[in-house]
């Protein structure tokens, strides 16, 4: 259950971090209910699983990422911390011998630098989530998971480069240097494609139910993953 924040409302500079969070919280959890996602939360989740997962996060990153990244000044970018995840992804994808096979090479362009900013909040943020993932598929899938590059993006380091990401994220719009509401509006529409993509990429995947092994529960069920205390706490 949410509350209503009016993000209509000017930002206070401090804020930014939060009300993205806030602004994007249904979005987010719209995402974690998709089938593709519920798969991989679950613990009868496969390798295959993982592996669509990965593919799925393949196109998102590989249409998103550069475009994004490219709209904001060098200087942001540093201080955020940002680095390329695709990377990562495809790196995982080779390690488990399923190279990614780019369906398009369509980039979508954000509007502005600004709503650049909140889609990088997005992309950035899936890692933080990811590490969450990570240990509940390291529990069911052991040593088939591999590296995990992209899910354990930051590693132990997770949470300080999110409260250096947040605190970058606070400090623009004080400076003059983003305004708030198209920051919130650029996440809010980099999260909506997100959703997009990872809706029919699990209707492409989807399993029939004769492929799945109904005796393959090898860990304990965590319904709602994102439930885990948040790395930056609202109070
Ligand atoms: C099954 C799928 C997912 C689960 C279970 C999940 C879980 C989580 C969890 C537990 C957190 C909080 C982590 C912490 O604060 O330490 C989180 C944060 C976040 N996740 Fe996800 N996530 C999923 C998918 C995604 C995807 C696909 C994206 C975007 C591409 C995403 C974007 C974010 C963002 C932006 C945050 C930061 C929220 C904040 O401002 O605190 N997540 N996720």
Redesign the pocket.
């Known amino acids: 259950m949410h509350e209503i924040h009016d993000t209509t409302q000017p930002a206070t500079s401090a804020r930014l ?2 009300l ?2 806030r602004a ?1 919280a249904e979005t ?1 959890e719209a ?2 209910r998709l089938p593709l ?2 798969r ?2 679950s613990p009868t989740v496969t390798r295959e699983d993982y592996l669509d997962y990965l593919q799925a ?1 393949a196109e ?1 990153y590989a249409a998103l990422e550069g475009s994004l990244l490219d709209a904001l000044d060098e200087e942001i970018r540093n201080d955020l911390g940002v680095r390329p995840k695709l990377p990562a992804i495809l790196e995982d994808l080779a390690e488990q011998g399923q190279p990614h096979i780019p369906r398009t090479s369509t980039q979508l362009a954000p509007a502005g630098s600004g709503a650049a900013l909140g889609g990088l ?6 890692t ?6 990570a240990k509940h598929l390291r529990r069911c899938l052991g040593q088939a998971l591999g590296s995990t590059g992209f899910l354990d993006f930051h590693g132990e380091q ?2 300080a480069a ?1 409260k250096r990401f ?1 605190s970058v994220l606070d400090s623009l719009p004080a400076h003059g240097r983003m305004d708030p509401a198209e920051v919130v509006s650029g ?1 809010r529409a980099t ?1 909506m494609a ?1 959703h997009r993509m ?1 809706e029919s990429a699990g209707a492409r995947n989807a399993p029939a139910p004769a492929d799945r092994d109904p005796v393959g529960t090898q860990c304990p069920a965590r319904r ?9 706490p609202e109070d």
Do not use: Q
Not at 128 to 133: C, E, S
Not at 224 to 232: G, R, S
């Open positions: 971090a939060i993205l969070r994007t987010h995402v974690e996602m519920t991989l939360t996060l998102v909040y997005v992309l950035e943020g899936a933080l989530g990811g590490r969450v993932i997770s949470s999110w947040a996440a999260f997100v990872l709602h993953l994102a439930d885990a205390v948040p790395t930056i």
